[in-house]
């Protein structure tokens, strides 16, 4: 192989982004998906099948990047899971209206224990969804933030020493979610940007309404 030949790898090594393994948001998304799935037919916008076939389209394009690791690959995979997490979220919020409009306006035509696991399913969809939004768009998306972009979100880790160079992952969005949604507010991490308050603001209504709505309805049902 030539001196140049050989240059031009290594240029191309160097530049390569470092990328995040996709299979923790692979497996969030399989399993937002089967939740939606599951829900009574009476509360599921489209069918299963739908949102099952855009999934398949997500996972090819997803693991294309991480093996591929080219700009163009990590754009495409961006702009189709973003299409996907919004489609995904507006079934997810017309599903939970329907359920809303099932108890205000046909309360005994439903069992307390069908509407705590279809509040339940709601919820934990809603943690799912929001944790793959936060880890994709946080600071310009993972590889983004690998290569030294500002979260912007505050994580108790930037401000210790002994944990210089830290960048959040899919687990660390995953938690984020979860407290946004029990406590409607993010307690150990801060928002920094004003989209980001605006996003968790949105989780929180989410969360709130299947909280006090569905799941309180459902309780007193069984009760």
């Known amino acids: 192989m030539s001196e140049a030949s050989v240059q031009a790898t290594q240029r191309e090594t160097a530049q390569a982004p470092a990328v995040e393994s996709r299979w923790p948001a692979i497996i969030a998304l399989v399993v937002f998906v089967g939740l939606l799935a599951e829900l009574p037919g009476r509360f599921r916008i489209a069918p299963p099948w739908v949102t099952w076939v855009g999934l398949v389209g997500m996972v090819g394009p997803m693991l294309g990047s991480a093996i ?11 702009i189709l899971v973003l299409t996907f997490v ?8 017309l599903s939970l209206q329907a359920l809303v409009q099932f108890i205000l306006f046909k309360p005994g035509h439903i069992s307390g224990l069908s509407l705590l696991a279809s509040g339940v399913a709601i919820w934990c969809g809603n943690v799912l969804l929001f944790t793959i939004i936060y880890w994709l768009i946080d600071g310009g ?19 210790i020493p002994k944990y210089a160079g830290w960048r959040p992952k899919f687990a660390d969005y995953l938690f984020l979610a ?25 989780e929180s209504v989410i969360s709130l309404v299947t909280v006090v709505i569905i799941a309180g309805r459902a309780i007193n049902i069984l009760q």
């Open 68 to 78: 591929f690791k080219s700009p163009r690959a990590l754009r495409l995979e961006r």
């Open 141 to 159: 998306g993972p590889e983004s933030r690998a290569a030294g972009s500002d979260s912007e979100w505050l994580f108790p880790q930037a401000s």
């Open 178 to 202: 979860f407290e946004t949604a029990t406590a409607f507010s993010a307690c150990d991490v801060q928002p920094m940007s004003r989209r980001m308050k605006l996003i968790m603001l949105g």
């Open 86 to 93: 919004g489609f995904s979220g507006i079934l997810l919020l």
